[in-house]
Every structure is written in structure tokens, then in C-alpha cells.
């Protein structure tokens, strides 16, 4: 899966990036809920749909960055927002970022973009086992999300960041 947002949010990540270092990640929810066994839903042609927000908070010391990565996946018959959901895998992951380098204290625009780009691309691995296991332990067959690279958009390009992305 490849994201792209616009330079000056790349920009603003990676200055955060180069302060700070990930220390850890820990899930805060997990759930998978099937609707339909996979007998059924095999007759189907589903579709893969994946949501992440990310929201981020400095320290009041300006020592650590928390992140908080929520994530639905979903398999579903078509992208309407009515259609039969046969499984859902969600949950949230925190990650905890401390000071590794001197540098000025990023803004809290700056940690937004931050958990936006870097959190959810920290998160993407944990996020990814966790789809992959949460279908198996409903009895379907493991799937496993793309890989997530991230880029720069094309100067003058939309970009859809926050909208529901289809695998």
C-alpha cells in the first residue's frame, strides 16, 4: 500500500523523527468479529478495507511523544457503508517515543503529522500480524495487508489521507 503526502508534512515528520526515538509499542484493543463463517463468505468476492487514524501528544517536558495508532480492517461485499461486514479486525496501538538527539521542542502540529505518517508507519507491522492472526482465529484464511510505504505527492496533487484506503 503506498500513501503519499505533501513534502512539507514529510518534512515536519522526519524533523521529529531525527529528535525522536520509538521506545515502545503496546496494544490498548484488539477484537476481531466474524459475521459470517468462511464457508459462506468464500462463495463471496470480498474486499479488504483498512482505516488507521493516529493522534499524538508531546510530553509537558518535551521528553516523550505518545502516539496512539487505531486501525479497522474490514471484509466486506462492496465499500457501501450498508454492506454485510464479515469481519472486523480493530484495535489501537500506543507508541512511546523518547528524546534521542538535542533540537527545539516540535510543535503539536508537528506531532500531528508525526503520528499521522511515522505513527501509523511504526504501527503498520503489528497492525498487519494482528489482521493476519485475528482472521485466522475466526477459521479464515490468514491474510496478510501489503506492505506500507510512504512517499512524497506530486506537487499539486490531492491527497486522501484520511480516507478509507482498499487493499
Same mark, same amino acid.
Given at each position: 500500500m503506498i500513501r503519499l503526502h505533501n513534502?512539507?508534512?514529510?518534512?515536519?515528520?522526519s524533523a521529529v523523527a531525527r529528535t525522536y526515538g520509538?521506545?515502545?509499542?503496546?496494544?490498548?484493543e484488539y477484537s476481531v468479529k466474524r459475521e459470517l463463517p468462511f464457508r459462506e463468505a468464500s462463495r463471496?468476492?470480498?474486499?479488504v478495507f483498512v482505516r488507521d487514524?493516529?493522534?499524538g501528544k508531546l510530553s509537558t517536558d518535551g521528553a516523550t511523544v505518545e502516539v496512539v495508532v487505531k486501525f479497522h480492517v474490514s471484509l466486506k461485499e462492496?465499500?457501501?457503508?450498508?454492506? #454485510?461486514?464479515?469481519?472486523?479486525?480493530?484495535?489501537?496501538? @500506543?507508541? !512511546?517515543?523518547?528524546r534521542t538527539a538535542d533540537g527545539p521542542s516540535p510543535t503539536q502540529e508537528d506531532v500531528d503529522c508525526f503520528a499521522r505518517i511515522n505513527g501509523v508507519y511504526n504501527a503498520w507491522?503489528?497492525?498487519?500480524?494482528a489482521t493476519s492472526v485475528g482472521f485466522a482465529r475466526v477459521g479464515y484464511?490468514?491474510?496478510? #495487508?501489503d506492505s506500507l510505504v510512504i512517499?512524497?505527492?506530486? @506537487?499539486? !496533487?490531492e491527497v486522501a489521507a484520511n480516507t478509507p484506503a482498499q487493499e
Open positions: 513534502q512539507q508534512d514529510l518534512q515536519r515528520t520509538l521506545r515502545s509499542a503496546e496494544f490498548l463471496k468476492s470480498p474486499l487514524d493516529a493522534v462492496s465499500n457501501a457503508e450498508d454492506a #454485510l461486514g464479515m469481519l472486523v479486525v480493530q484495535g489501537a496501538i @500506543e507508541l !512511546a517515543y523518547a507491522p503489528y497492525i498487519r500480524e484464511l490468514p491474510y496478510t #495487508l512517499g512524497a505527492k506530486p @506537487e499539486g !496533487a
